[in-house]
């Protein structure tokens, strides 16, 4: 309420009696219980005042934690990727090793292979040319 209206409020309640529209009857109130009501309703008008702000940053507070949530949801989710990634990459290089390792037996055994074709071809013309002079 404004402060000036708060004012005459009070200057009236003190200066006039009290009474109700339909009623005739009047009611008296002495200066110091008519300055305790106004206080009473100035006081209560306050704590609905504070209640709608409490209200608000409750409102506020509910909607800072659901986004907390749904932010800490996402960068869980982002980790959850983030490993199953790296995941796939291990498997991935264990995979490039393992071909590796096997690319190099099967080259170790083409070589011996070809030496062998390489001798036996030698001893093959060895054994054509002793063949062929006797």
Known sequence: MNTTLKIFLSLMILNLSVGLAQD???????????????????????AKEQLK?????ADLLVEQLSLKDSIITKKDNVILNYETIIGKRSEQLTISQDL???????????????RLFQYSSGALIVAAVVLGSL
């Open 24 to 46: 005739t009857q009047q009611i008296q109130l002495t200066p110091q219980v008519a300055r305790l009501v106004v206080t009473d309703l100035i006081e209560g008008d306050s």
């Open 53 to 57: 702000v409490l209200a608000k940053k």
């Open 100 to 114: 590796s390792k096997q690319l190099q037996k099967d080259l170790k055994k083409q070589k011996a292979r070809t």
